[in-house]
Each structure stands twice: as C-alpha cells, then as structure tokens.
C-alpha cells in the first residue's frame, strides 16, 4: 500500500504559477499510473491530469490543457503538476491518486484510482 501527500498549494493571482507535489511512501511510485484531480467548493470531485507508470502516456483534462503540465520522478517517489496561467476557475482542493493498473496505460475516472493523499487547497484570485 502506498500513501500519498501533497504539498505546494496556496493562493495565487491570476496568470501566475504553482507546482505542485505529490510525495509517495511505503511503496515504489513507479509501481502506479498517477493522477490528479481536484474539486471545487459544492462541486464534483474531477480529472486533471494522468500520467502512465514511465511517464510515456500523459492525458489531461480540455480545461487545462496548455496550461498544466504533469511530470514524475520515480527515483524521488515524487510526481508533480506544474500549474502555469492560472485562472479563479482553477481554485479547487487538488488531490494526487495512484492506480494499481497493470502495465503501461492510463485512466482519468475517479474509480479507476486505489489510493489517495489528504488534498492541497489551491486558490487564485481574480
């Protein structure tokens, strides 16, 4: 099993920048397809970003493409989300998850993930 901490969220204006970081412990991050995802005060909890076991398959979410930039260093057990152009639609608690999937591949539904970390509040203003 494998327990997963965020860091790097605070409040940002508008068109700046965060990165995010996801810490993994009692296991191998290069054991799981990570994700992120985040959701919004009175909102669904929804899909970021995804990134395969190597890091060769990437999928992001249409809202934050271009903008968003997911990356993992396995060697570190660490995966990151780099979050550049951020809008007030982006305020949201961003959570990391990782998928037990077998192989090279990815998934972007919520019930395709085993593991989750606590959260990292994320807010931009306007």
């Known amino acids: 099993q494998v327990q997963l901490v965020e860091s790097g969220g605070g409040l940002v204006q508008a068109g700046g920048s965060l990165r995010l970081s996801c810490a993994a412990s009692?296991?191998?991050?290069?054991?799981?397809?990570m994700g992120w995802f985040r959701q919004a005060p009175g909102k669904e909890r929804d899909f970021v970003a995804t990134i395969s076991r190597s890091g060769g398959i990437i999928y992001y979410a249409d809202s934050v493409k271009g903008r968003f930039t997911i990356s993992r260093d396995n060697a570190k057990n660490t995966v990151y989300l780099q979050m550049n152009s951020l809008k007030p639609e982006d305020t949201a608690v961003y959570y990391c998850?990782?998928?037990?999937?077998?192989?090279?591949?990815?998934?972007?539904?919520?019930?395709?993930?085993?593991?989750w970390g606590q959260g990292t509040q994320v807010t931009v203003s306007s």
């Open positions: 998850a990782a998928n037990r999937i077998i192989g090279e591949r990815v998934t972007t539904t919520l019930a395709g993930y085993d593991y």
């Open positions: 009692g296991r191998a991050l290069s054991s799981y397809t």
